[in-house]
């Protein structure tokens, strides 16, 4: 089952404007991540919040968390063409002792020139 | 170059007809798995594997086996493949699981099943 649910499902902006998304999930986590996929290529990690930590920048992105509302944001600042992508959260929830991560249906964002 | 390393990247076979798709990291990770990914429903954990010899049953099981007698290679089986196996499969591979870890993606096999 989708821990995670992302939000918008699709996304579109033009260059140098920022991106944001939402993740929503449902049970207590030990940490959220971020992942982006190029059109039906492999996934690939952005970035990493644990449960304890509150905001988290890499680059150009920003990534907030807030457990007591399960729901964290990807923030990508001045977007370029290259971030035209999907980007998924996937959470890593507490009472599953191994760690196995739940992604949501991801959101799609397309940024145009 | 740390990889996970999926074959083939396209597959189109027929119903019935047994099939494997390799995967293989050279990253010495402990934690690996195969998702399915599929419009509208995102990545959906099909089996996962802890360590050599250690596997366990993800969501979407049904259909599918795999085995992980090396600790670089998880192959995903399907006996006997069915139309609704068509899908888009990702490897991934990580140190120990989520916890505090990034997974590493194979670049996708394609599979469609008539």
């Known amino acids: 089952s989708q821990q995670g649910e992302e939000d918008p499902q699709a996304l579109s902006i033009q260059e140098g404007e920022n991106a944001t998304m939402n993740c929503s999930y449902k049970?207590?986590?030990?940490?959220l991540q971020w992942y982006r996929q190029n059109s039906g290529r492999g996934l690939v990690h952005l970035i990493l919040?644990?449960?304890?930590?509150r905001e988290k920048h890499s680059g150009r992105l920003r990534v907030t968390l807030d457990t007591s509302k399960k729901s964290s944001s990807l923030l990508i600042t001045a977007s370029r063409a290259a971030d035209t992508a999907s980007y998924f959260c996937?959470?890593?929830?507490?009472?599953?002792?191994?760690?196995?991560?739940?992604f949501g249906a991801g959101t799609q964002v397309v940024v145009t020139p | 170059e740390a990889q996970v390393t999926q074959n083939p990247r396209y597959l189109i076979t027929v119903t019935g007809k047994k099939l494997t798709v390799t995967c293989s990291q050279n990253?010495?990770?402990?934690?690996m798995s195969w998702y399915r990914q599929d419009p509208g429903l995102g990545l959906r954990q099909i089996y996962y594997?802890?360590?050599?010899?250690?596997?366990d049953k993800g969501d979407v099981p049904e259909g599918y086996k795999v085995s992980r007698k090396e600790k670089r290679n998880f192959p995903l089986i399907l006996e006997s493949p069915s139309p609704n196996q068509t899908s888009l499969y990702f490897c991934?591979?990580?140190?120990?699981?989520?916890?505090?870890?990034?997974?590493?993606f194979g670049q996708g096999t394609r599979l469609t099943v008539v």
């Open positions: 049970t207590s986590i030990n940490n």
């Open positions: 919040i644990r449960s304890n930590e």
């Open positions: 996937a959470t890593d929830a507490t009472y599953d002792s191994w760690g196995k991560l739940q």
């Open positions: 594997s802890m360590n050599v010899e250690v596997t």
């Open positions: 990253m010495n990770h402990e934690y």
């Open positions: 991934a591979s990580s140190l120990s699981g989520g916890l505090n870890t990034e997974a590493f």
